[in-house]
């Protein structure tokens, strides 16, 4: 079981956001997760991904809680097996196409010359290679999401949590 979250609770104030969540994920399987616009679903990605903790409950990854891992383990784990695809592209806007989609290996520590390569291979997946000097802030809404999706696979992660990946794309890049 890759993914497994056991009676997941996230409570703001006296609202809860999420309530007696429990999922099951196994490794090789993709899922889509609908409801309605403010139903969680973004806070579930976020608590899945340990980009935020819930207020009780267990979220494990491989047989293992990862809320209660050390802080530097949660952060390799987020950058190696998580790719993230959020609703809002979340670039850095000053930096270029190629400086995006390189940082998680840079944070990774993968050696230069494989970043390069690495960086090249997903920009030319996502049809995003004649613009990597361009600056994100530049770019069409489309144009950030298809760099935001070559950012979350640089890595190869076990995992890719998107939140309406597709929402800023034409129908033929969706």
């Known amino acids: 079981m890759a993914i497994k979250l056991k009676n997941i609770n996230k409570k703001y104030n ?17 899922i889509a997760i609908v409801g309605k616009s403010g139903s969680g679903k973004s806070t579930l990605l976020n608590l899945i991904g340990n980009l935020d903790h819930p207020s009780s409950g267990e979220v ?6 990862i809320n209660h891992l050390p802080s530097k383990e949660q952060a390799k784990l987020r950058n190696k097996e998580f790719g993230f695809v959020f609703q809002f592209a979340n670039l850095e806007s000053t930096y270029t196409v190629f400086e995006n989609v390189e940082l998680p290996l840079i944070i990774a520590g993968i050696d230069k010359k494989i ?23 530049t770019l069409s809404g489309g144009e950030k ?6 950012r979350a ?22």
Do not use: W
């Open 115 to 137: 970043r390069f390569e690495k960086v090249m291979e997903v920009l030319e997946a996502v049809d995003m290679l004649e613009k990597k000097h361009q600056k994100a802030e």
């Open 60 to 65: 494990l990854f491989n047989g293992n809680d």
């Open 153 to 174: 696979i640089v890595n190869n992660p076990s995992v890719i949590l998107a939140d309406e990946p597709c929402g800023n794309l034409d129908t033929l890049n969706s």
């Open 14 to 30: 006296d609202f809860y956001a999420l309530k007696n969540i429990i999922l099951e994920v196994d490794n090789n399987s993709f």
């Open 145 to 150: 999401q298809r760099v935001a999706i070559a």
